[in-house]
């Protein structure tokens, strides 16, 4: 079992930056993929980033590609999205994701582990 928890989230003026954090605790010791989605309003939940447990392979959805940069620290267990130039389409419940092994995916229901979340405001 791994634990997630977010943190960061407020509110932010477009073209501003925020980071986001997520820490993990429990079963850290297996090698995960760590993710991030976003839930904005009346939209269905979609896929931000994600990243291998060895750091490499970042990947993004186009929305955001150039814009935010995922990271993550293993001997801290926590995980990173830094947004930068937000924009008011960014506002939504970020919420950090876990899954085992080596490989990205972008595919929801491949995570098994999944945060509370936390909400991303940007005004316009």
């Known amino acids: 079992q791994v634990q997630l928890a977010e943190s960061g989230g407020g509110l932010v003026q477009a073209g501003n930056s925020l980071r986001l954090s997520c820490a993990a605790s429990g079963h850290t010791f297996s090698p995960y993929v760590m993710g991030w989605f976003r839930h904005p309003p009346g939209k269905e939940r979609e896929f931000v980033a994600a990243?291998?447990?060895?750091?490499?392979?970042?990947t993004y959805a186009d929305s955001v590609k150039g814009r935010f940069i995922i990271s993550r620290d293993n001997a801290k267990s926590m995980t990173y999205l830094q947004m930068n130039s937000l924009k008011f389409d960014d506002t939504a419940v970020y919420y950090c994701?876990?899954?085992?092994?080596?490989?990205?995916?972008?595919?929801?229901?491949?995570?098994?582990?999944w945060g509370q979340g936390t909400q991303v405001t940007v005004s316009s």
């Open positions: 994701a876990a899954r085992g092994g080596s490989r990205v995916s972008t595919a929801l229901g491949s995570y098994e582990y």
């Open positions: 990243i291998t447990w060895g750091g490499g392979s970042p």
